[in-house]
Structure formats: C-alpha cells, structure tokens
C-alpha cells in the first residue's frame, strides 16, 4: 500500500522535517501515513469530524461520494439490490465473496439456527415501560446478549468469533420485532426458521397468535432491498463507534449495543424518524417554502432531514434505489395519493432547485424515502432506526470482525488541542471569591 512517493513537512522556524509516506488503496483518494508526524515533529493534526482522516484500511465497503457509488466487496450496491438477497449480502459482508450453493446453505443454516432469544431474555423485556423507544430496549436487550452467551466472547478466538457474528444477525430481528410487541401489548411471536430472514422479519412484527400472517411477497422483498440497502456504510458514525469499542477488547454484544446508540441520533440513523415527523410538522405543501427559509435561516438549527450527507455530495446511490422501491410498495397497497408522500416529493423537487441546496450539493439521501416505505408497511415511526439498526448489524460485525484480525490493531485513542486553563493551584474554598 506504501508507494515511493512522499511529501515532506518542514516546520516553519524549526530545522526539524520528516518525509510521510502516501499510501494509496484499490479506490479512491490517496492519502498521508502521519503516524510518525509527532515523534518527528512533534505537532499532532487536527481534524474535527475526521473529514480527512482514515481511521483504518478496509476491504469491506467502498463509496465515492462524487460520483455516487457504493461497492460491498467490489459488488455495485444497484447489481446487490436487483439480484442479490440480504443473507448472500450478509456473507459478502463478512466472507468477502460471494457464497457458492452449498456455502450459502450452510450460512443460511448457520444464521437461522440461532434466531431464537434465550428464554430469559423475554423477562428482561418486563423492566422497560411499555411506552419505551425501541432503540432504548435495543441499546439494553443487545449489551445484554454478553451476559447470556458466554461461550463466544473471547475476542481472540476465531470460532467465538464466528459464533457472535451468527448469533448478533440472527437474533437482532427478534429483539426489534419484541421490542415492538412489548410496546403495544401483544405476545411475542417465536422465529420461524423455514422463512426467509426479511420474511421472519415481518412474520415476527406483524404477526398475532390468533390468526395466520399471509405474508406478502412484494412487502417481503421490499424488507429485503430495504435491509441490502443499509447494511454497511464504510466508517461511518456508528460504524467507528463500534470499531473504537472493539478496538479495547469489549465484547461483541458490548460493541454493537454501543454501535445501535451511536446510530440513534437524527444526523445518522435516526433521521428516517426524524422525515417522517418534519413531514408531520410542514403538515401541507403550502407550507414548504416557509419551513425551508426557516432551514435556510442560519439562526435556526432546523435542517431539512434526509438531505445530505458526510460523504455523498452528488447523490445516495441507495436513495435513487429506494425511491423506485417505495413507488412499487405504495402502488401494490393500492395507497395512490399518500399526502405525505405528495408533501415529501414536493419538498423534494423545491430543495433540489434551491440555490442553498444546490451551493451545498444537498441531496436527498436513503432516509429522505425510507421513513415513507417503512409507513406504508405498517411500521410505526419509533420503529424505523431500529430496523435500520437490524440491517446495520452485519455491516458493524464485518467491519468489527475485520478489525480484530488485523495485525495493526491498537486501542483507538485520538489526542486533542487543549484550550482551557493552563496549571493553576487549587484555591480552598475559603478563599475564593
Ligand atoms: N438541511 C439544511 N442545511 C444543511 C443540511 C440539511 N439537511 N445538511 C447540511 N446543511 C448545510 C450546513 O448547515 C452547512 O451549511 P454552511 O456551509 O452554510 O455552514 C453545509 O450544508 C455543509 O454541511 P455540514 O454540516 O458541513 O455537513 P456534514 O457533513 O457535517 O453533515 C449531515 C452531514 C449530518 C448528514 C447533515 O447533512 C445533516 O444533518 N442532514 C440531515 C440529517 C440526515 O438526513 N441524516 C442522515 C444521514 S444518512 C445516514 O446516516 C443513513
């Protein structure tokens, strides 16, 4: 990875220098190796919001911002979403290829014999209050995977390694779809295996123990593109969250319920909750031009949620995706003129030629359309992020399964610009004034 070429720093009024090396990946931008700056130098960098900083090398997912594209493993996301399915994308993930038949079974296997919860854990359920958000119970029901499965927490094991992996996606779909039927007072329905992992998925949420759940063929392979879509996202907030967790040797449950509280808040995964409420508040097309100069008004901290992103800045490749989807979902459920489906494309179409938009290159990105589909599945809007979160599961466990095998890992410790007070002596209370 380590070319020829190098830049050299000199700091000014100083005679010391070092040469850093430029290291260039499969794609993308090349970039400096500053690990040796300070003990050269003697200066740290600086960069808020790692806008320029790669925390890691990674084969797992690769986006171009630009020129909106993102690869799993090489594979196009639009090729993924057309022919694929999410358990194959789950082994892309982590393998790193795609699965022959018989290595497909055996991981569809592997995966679906460990759906069910420990029987415990439906006890833990009854210490939320029932009007509990779901990504709370989440954040707890998943950290609380440490304390029952003890058998594959070493770290440094790969089988214990494998096992954790399995067991996170096949049972994060079951702690979602009970989180939800705690909340509203109905049984939880047990994992059904001889489903496909996005039908189990619905079967669980939607379905009662007092009549058959017909499921719907259109509905279910909406779930799954929903679940290719997001299930990884190279560094990403979340995303560093659990690599940074892992990289102190916590456990694998430990580092995801860290990743599923990273993902919670409305710049990140929560901002698919967060279109469906600002459509609620704009209320009427009428009102779009005023909630937008409120965006636009730098006084107010209101932003249009589901537009921009970190990296996208031309479009989400996973938007333009979706978008199709949710026109399909609503045209099968026979839902014509959804107001506010009508409010969002109107929101949509006013953004994209408004020169604030467009000077910032804000898009439309996944969540703009993915709080629209999951509505018009039944889903209830406390329940987006947490099945963002389900899709998610596989991305953190290959990106945390990538870290602990690779030979450079150290505990992840960025360092600061202190600018508070310099040493002073502690004054007793007495004298204060
Ligand atoms: N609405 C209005 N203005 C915006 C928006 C928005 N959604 N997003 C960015 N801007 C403005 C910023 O205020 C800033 O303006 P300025 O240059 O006048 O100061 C400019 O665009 C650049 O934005 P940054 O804040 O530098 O962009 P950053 O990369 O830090 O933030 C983020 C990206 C957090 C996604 C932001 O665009 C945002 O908050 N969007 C809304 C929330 C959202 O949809 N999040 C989902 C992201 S996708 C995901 O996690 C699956």
Redesign the pocket.
């Known amino acids: 990875m380590s070319g020829k070429r190098s830049v050299t720093v000199t700091l000014d009024g100083s005679n010391k220098s070092t040469s850093l090396p430029l290291m260039s990946g499969t794609l993308g931008p090349d970039v400096f190796d500053i690990r040796k700056i300070y003990n050269d130098l003697g200066v740290f960098t600086f960069d808020p919001?790692y806008g320029s900083t790669a925390s890691c090398d990674s084969r797992i997912t690769f986006i171009d911002g630009d020129e909106g594209i993102l690869l799993y493993r090489g594979y196009p996301i639009e090729q993924l979403a057309e022919q694929s399915n999410f358990l194959e994308v789950c082994y892309l993930l982590l393998n790193g290829e795609l699965p022959n038949a018989a290595e497909a079974k055996e991981f569809e296997l592997g995966v679906m014999r460990h759906t069910m919860l420990h029987e415990q854990l439906r006890t833990f359920y009854n210490g939320f209050r029932r009007d509990a958000h779901p990504m709370a119970v989440m954040c707890g029901v998943v950290g609380a995977l440490s304390a029952f499965y003890h058998d594959s927490l070493d770290v440094h094991d790969p089988e214990s390694r494998r096992i954790s992996a399995f067991r996170l996606i096949a049972k994060v779909p079951t702690i979602a779809a009970w989180a939800h039927k705690y909340a509203v007072g109905q049984p939880f329905i047990y994992p059904r295996n001889d489903l496909s992992y996005a039908e189990n998925f619905l079967h669980m949420f939607h379905a009662v123990p007092a009549e058959d759940y017909k499921m719907n063929p259109v509905l279910a392979k909406a779930m799954d593109l929903i679940m290719i879509l997001h299930a990884d996202?190279e560094q990403?907030a979340s995303t560093s969250t659990v690599r940074l967790a892992g990289s102190t040797g916590a456990n694998p449950f430990a580092c995801i319920a860290a990743g599923i509280a990273s993902l919670w808040g409305?710049?990140?995964?929560g901002?698919n909750e967060?279109v469906l409420k600002m459509l609620a508040d704009i209320g009427h097309v009428k009102n779009v031009p005023a909630f937008l100069e409120d965006?636009k008004d730098?006084n107010n901290h209101a932003?249009?949620?589901?537009?921009?992103?970190?990296v996208y800045k031309n479009y989400d490749p996973r938007a333009k995706i979706i978008q199709k989807a949710c026109h399909d979902v609503l045209n099968e459920l026979g839902i014509k003129d959804d107001p506010l489906l009508d409010l969002a494309m109107e929101l949509e179409k006013i953004a994209l030629n408004d020169k604030y938009f467009v000077d910032?290159k804000?898009y439309p990105?996944?969540?703009f359309y993915s709080g629209i589909i999951l509505k018009a599945m039944g889903f209830p809007t406390s329940m987006f992020t947490a099945l963002f979160a389900v899709s998610r599961t596989v991305g953190w466990v290959s990106q945390w399964k990538e870290m602990m095998e690779d030979p450079q890992q150290r505990i992840g410790r960025p360092r600061q610009i202190y600018i508070g007070a310099p040493r002073r002596d502690y004054v007793p209370a007495s004298k204060r004034g």
């Open positions: 919001g996202h990403n409305p710049s990140h995964g901002a967060a965006v730098r932003k249009l949620m589901g537009f921009g992103h970190r910032r804000l990105n996944v969540d």
